[in-house]
């Protein structure tokens, strides 16, 4: 690829909407953290915690990035997580970005949510000051641990509504299709939450489908799946539905098997409103900039 081609990518004004922010720990701060926490790791160097990070799907993925919340215990953990995140979008001239947060991960742990929003906000707060870039929060529900726990969840975030953007419904997609949460979803709504939905990443159009029609959803995270449906494609287009793609975290969960066949240029092709996103960019190799490039040189952008 050519330079300019790479310093236009590496300099234009861009915003990242589908972050999570545990997936933004790098080896190195994840290991420290543990040390200053006395948290036992599985992993006990950066090359054991890089050779893990080669990942056959996205269960055996979770399974790794849930080691990796055990790090965090205070709010200046969540407070330096964020800031490091934000430091390096502001680095890739990301002028917005739309992060998610669990919650429910560490309610498990018996931590209180304030811990939580108080060392995130902060952070943001600063980085708006300081760097002039501005993030909103999505509070994430995890899918596997069911719809009361969304529900309960939705109720403790209801306390930060004016940090909070919206809602969305994330992890494991097989076996827990969207019309389970639809009374989650239209609690949220309510209340005035933009809402988002991860559909079709590893699951069916159908999950994309019924997140578009049951839960009413704003936007779709992934959505690679609603190309097996052409009555759904119409829909997305006709409706200009978002969808937020992540190149490499496709390649790294084994959903698309070659950048060269990546859909993102056929999607742009039919109308469809899609953005370039990290997703766990500790994870799978690359932030936003990097992301971009990837596609751009695989499908000769």
């Not at 050519?2 to 861009?14: C, F, G, Q, V």
């Not at 502001?90 to 917005?96: A, E, G, M, P, V």
């Not at 309960?152 to 919206?166: F, H, N, P, S, V």
């Amino acid at each position: 690829m050519e330079k300019e081609l790479i310093n236009l990518i590496n300099t234009i004004p861009k915003a990242e909407l589908h972050i999570h922010l545990e997936g933004s720990i790098e080896p190195e701060m994840m290991l420290s953290l543990a040390e200053k926490n006395k948290i036992n790791l599985k992993y006990k160097t950066i090359d054991e915690l890089k050779k893990a990070y080669n990942f056959d799907d996205l269960r055996d993925f979770l399974y790794v990035y849930t080691q990796g919340t055990r790090v965090l215990r205070t709010a200046e953990d969540f407070y330096k997580i964020t800031k490091a995140y934000l430091e390096k979008s502001h680095s890739q001239n990301i002028l917005h970005t739309e992060i998610f947060i669990d919650f429910q991960t560490y309610a498990r742990r018996g931590m209180i949510s304030d811990i939580i929003m108080d060392g995130v906000w902060a952070a943001i707060k600063e980085s708006e000051q300081k760097l002039g870039i501005s993030s909103y929060l999505i509070l994430a529900f995890l899918r596997h641990l069911g719809a009361k726990s969304a529900m309960k969840t939705l109720e403790e975030g209801l306390r930060y509504k004016d940090k909070l953007i919206g809602i969305g419904l994330a992890s494991t997609e097989i076996g827990y299709p969207p019309h389970l949460f639809k009374k989650v979803f239209a609690e949220a709504r309510k209340h005035g939450f933009k809402t988002t939905a991860h559909a079709g990443e590893e699951g069916p159009a159908q999950y994309v489908r019924e997140s578009i029609e049951i839960l009413k959803v704003d936007r779709i995270d992934h959505g690679n799946k609603a190309m097996d449906d052409p009555e759904l494609v119409k829909m997305i287009v006709d409706k200009q539905i978002p969808l937020t793609l992540c190149p490499l975290s496709n390649i790294a969960l084994g959903n698309v098997k070659d950048l060269k066949h990546h859909t993102l240029m056929k999607k742009l092709d039919m109308g469809m409103l899609v953005s370039v996103n990290s997703d766990d960019p500790a994870y799978f190799g690359g932030y936003v900039n990097e992301n971009i490039i990837a596609v751009t040189e695989a499908l000769n952008l």
